[in-house]
T-cell receptor, first 115, second 114 residues
Framework: AQSVSQHNHHVILSEAASLELGCNYS??????LFWYVQYPGQHLQLLLK??????LVKGIKGFEAEFIKSKFSFNLRKPSVQWSDTAEYFC?????????????FGRGTQLTVWP | GAVVSQHPSRVICKSGTSVKIECRSL??????MFWYRQFPKKSLMLMAT?????????EQGVEKDKFLINHASLTLSTLTVTSAHPEDSSFYIC??????????FGPGTRLLVL
C-alpha cells in the first residue's frame, strides 16, 4: 500500500519568510501528486497538482512544488508567506498514472504565519 | 470551479439512531464519489469509493453494513451511519470526481453521537 509522509507537523513562520513543506511517498511506479490546503473552517482546496511533464509545477496563491522522482518527493514551496497562508496543508498521491481511484493522504502540516 | 456541497454541516444524534449525510456535486457530474473520515490531528482516511449506479467499494476495516453508501445519481451520494455510537463521532468528508479529473472536496459534516 502507498504511504505518504509529511515530516513537518507544525510549522511556524513570520510573514515574508520562505516556506518549504516536505512530502515523500512510497510507491515506486507512476504517480499523480497533489497538494491540498484547508483554511480554518473551510473545506479542502486544491493548491496544485502534478501528472506529468515539467516537474516544477506552479499552483494558486504563489505556491509551487517540485517532483523529484529519485527522491520520491513532492515538496511544497512559497518564497514569501503571508498571514493568510495560515492553514493545514495535505500532500496526496494517486497511484498508477490515473486520476481515477483513491488518494493517499499525508497526515497534514499545520502552518501558522505570524504577522 | 467545481463545487461540492454536504448536508448537514453538523449533526448531533442519540446513540442507536441513524444519520444520513448528503454529498452533491453542484456544477458537474461526478462519476465517482469518495467518502473520507478525518480524525483530530490525523489525516483523511478513505472509507469507500462509490461509482454512480453500482455498489460502493469499501476500504479494509470499514463496515459496509454500518456505513451505507448510495450513489443513485451523477450528482448525489449519501452516507448513512446506521445505529450510530459515540465512537462514530467524527468529521466526514466527501469528494467528487468527474471522469479522470481532480477530486473536489465537500466542506465536511461534523457528527457527534451522544
Amino acid at each position: 500500500a502507498q504511504s505518504v509522509s509529511q515530516h513537518n507537523h507544525h510549522v511556524i513562520l513570520s510573514e515574508a519568510a520562505s516556506l518549504e513543506l516536505g512530502c515523500n511517498y512510497s510507491y515506486g511506479g507512476t504517480v499523480n501528486l497533489f497538494w491540498y490546503v484547508q483554511y480554518p473552517g473551510q473545506h479542502l482546496q486544491l493548491l496544485l497538482k502534478y501528472f506529468s511533464g515539467d516537474p516544477l509545477v506552479k499552483g494558486i496563491k504563489g505556491f509551487e512544488a517540485e517532483f523529484i522522482k529519485s527522491k520520491f518527493s513532492f515538496n511544497l514551496r512559497k518564497p514569501s508567506v503571508q498571514w493568510s497562508d495560515t492553514a493545514e496543508y495535505f500532500c496526496a498521491v494517486n497511484e498508477g498514472g490515473s486520476t481515477l481511484g483513491r488518494l493517499y493522504f499525508g497526515r497534514g502540516t499545520q502552518l501558522t504565519v505570524w504577522p | 470551479g467545481a463545487v461540492v456541497s454536504q448536508h448537514p454541516s453538523r449533526v448531533i444524534c442519540k446513540s442507536g439512531t441513524s444519520v444520513k449525510i448528503e454529498c452533491r456535486s453542484l456544477d458537474f457530474q461526478a462519476t465517482t464519489m469518495f467518502w473520507y473520515r478525518q480524525f483530530p490531528k490525523k489525516s483523511l482516511m478513505l472509507m469507500a469509493t462509490s461509482n454512480e449506479g453500482s455498489k460502493a467499494t469499501y476500504e479494509q476495516g470499514v463496515e459496509k453494513d454500518k456505513f451505507l453508501i448510495n450513489h443513485a445519481s451523477l450528482t448525489l451520494s449519501t452516507l448513512t451511519v446506521t445505529s450510530a455510537h459515540p465512537e462514530d463521532s467524527s468529521f466526514y468528508i466527501c469528494s467528487a470526481q468527474e471522469l479522470q479529473e481532480t477530486q473536489y472536496f465537500g466542506p465536511g459534516t461534523r457528527l457527534l453521537v451522544l
